[in-house]
């Protein structure tokens, strides 16, 4: 889904439908066929459980692409100062 939906509006709205339908409909089906069971728990905290998790991971990855992309750049002009000193002499 972070492949699919860079933009925060359209990832927001692709992870509230995937959410709703994982807990709401995966979940009940699962429990309904006796794999899960709900000790303690309910199918809005799956939802709520699953959204956020996708948020922080969708965060995570952007920040990390954004700190790539800082060193990258600071690496090429770093070794652009070392070609031209290089040239010059």
């Known amino acids: 889904m972070h492949q ?3 933009a925060w509006k359209y990832f927001l709205i692709a992870d509230v439908i995937i959410s709703a ?3 709401y409909v995966g979940e ?3 429990t309904w066929l006796n794999i899960y ?10 939802f709520l459980t699953l959204l956020v998790s996708a948020i922080l991971a ?3 990855v952007d920040w990390i ?4 992309d800082a ?7 770093t070794l652009d100062f ?3 000193k290089q040239k010059t002499r």
């Open 65 to 68: 692409g954004k700190v790539r």
């Open 28 to 30: 009940p089906i699962f």
């Open 58 to 60: 969708k965060a995570i």
């Open 82 to 84: 070392f070609k031209r």
């Open 37 to 46: 069971k709900l000790n303690n728990w309910t199918f809005t905290k799956s």
């Open 71 to 77: 060193v990258h750049d600071e690496r090429e002009v």
């Open 4 to 6: 699919k939906f860079n």
């Open 21 to 23: 339908l994982e807990a």
